[in-house]
């Protein structure tokens, strides 16, 4: 074995035994030509519509160590949680206890959120990640849009590439166009339903719209006549209940100037004319028709006014007295009529009107 302490160059003969090499020797020499990860379009992940995937041929160098997968790898992918998520990784892992260079798939934890599981690169072991895999809950198939290829990442992957060669990106294009063509046919059937929806409220709302006109000039047609028919029917009634009104104004004008008449008729005014000195005495004067009283006191030159009709009788409270004459009537014959009573003493004489006569009282009072 060449120690590096040495400093001896790659790769001469031996002679005498002074050239040793082995394998590590040989890393040593590709360590700084080929930086770790896969050759350029090689190891690409792929579904195939269901559980699986494949994993194409192809070279790899992980830290000098190289080797050539002749053939495809499938892979079988564990069954998909029926609520939860999760992420595979697809790994290829350099695995120094078993001298072997290997793909294996991780199988990441179930989660509402999931995440990939975490690199190993430390002992014997250092993994580089070829692909991520998004198993979705109740997931049966795997399209190409789940798997994310991670190979030209420099710190998951990284490419291996001569420095004469350009690299080709058409396996990265594909696997773009594939999961832009799904988030693009997602984003389109997202944006259909979206435009239907909005559609659909157009549509209900116009709807509504019109709805809400017919309805309002329904309302305000019904509005329209009613009050037309009201009208008709307020009018008629107000033409009778005017003319109602106008005839119960007559009526009670009518009835007030009559009343002011009969009253302007029936005033009378009662005037004593007597001989005696009878100041302070009280008459009773009655209404026959009514019967309604009035007490009448004398005083000199004091009037007494009677306003209601029908035949009256006077009389003196005091016996010793008497009224020539003792009845009269009040109707609307007379504005003013004024009366003329002779009061005298039993015993005595009395007059009525242009005649004199004598009489003999029946008591002394």
């Known amino acids: 074995m060449i120690k590096m302490a040495d400093n001896h160059a790659y790769f001469y003969n031996s002679k005498n035994g002074d050239r040793v090499y082995n394998a590590d020797s040989m890393t040593d020499w590709l360590r700084p030509f080929f930086v770790t990860g896969v050759f350029n379009g090689e190891l690409q992940v792929t579904a195939n519509d269901d559980m699986t995937v494949t994993v194409a041929g192809g070279y790899c160098n992980i830290g000098g160590k190289v080797k050539n997968f002749i053939s495809a790898t ?31 798939v991780q199988t990441g ?13 430390q002992g014997a072991y250092y993994d580089l990640k070829l692909a991520e895999i998004y198993v979705a809950a109740g997931t049966i198939r795997i399209t190409q849009a789940e ?38 046919g997602k984003i389109t059937a997202q944006f259909k339903t979206y435009v239907a929806y909005m559609t659909n409220l157009e549509q209900q709302g116009d709807a509504a719209y019109q709805s809400m006109l017919s309805t309002f000039f329904d309302y305000a047609r019904a509005q329209e006549t009613r009050f037309d028919d009201l009208y008709e029917e307020m009018r008629d009634l107000i033409g009778e209940a005017a003319a109602a009104q106008l005839q119960n104004q007559i009526d009670d004008i009518n009835a007030k100037i009559g009343t002011a008449i ?42 007494v006014h009677l306003t209601e009709h029908g035949d009256y009788t006077i009389s003196p409270q005091n016996e010793k007295y008497s009224v020539i004459p003792d009845t009269f ?29 004598g009489y003999v009282a029946s008591g002394n009072n």
């Open 74 to 104: 499938k892979i079988d992918l564990e069954t998909a949680s029926g609520t939860l998520d999760r992420i595979d990784t697809v790994i290829l892992r350099r695995n120094d206890t078993e001298r072997d260079i290997q793909i294996i």
């Open 147 to 184: 798997i994310t290829d991670t190979r030209m990442d420099k710190d998951a992957c990284g490419w291996v590439c001569s420095t004469m060669k350009e690299i080709d990106f058409t396996q990265i294009t594909a696997q773009f166009n594939a999961y832009f063509a799904q988030y693009q």
């Open 329 to 357: 009537r009040i109707d609307h014959t007379t504005t003013t009529e004024t009366l003329d009573f002779n009061i005298c003493t039993v015993n005595g004489y009395a007059y009525v009107g242009g005649y004199v006569g």
């Open 262 to 303: 009969e009253d302007l008729a029936t005033k009378l005014v009662l005037i004593n004319d007597t001989k005696e000195d009878i100041t302070g005495q009280k008459f009773t004067i009655i209404n026959t028709d009514t019967g309604k009283s009035t007490v009448y006191e004398y005083t000199d030159g004091e009037k």
């Open 109 to 121: 934890g179930y989660s509402s959120n999931p995440s990939p599981s975490p690199l190993v690169r």
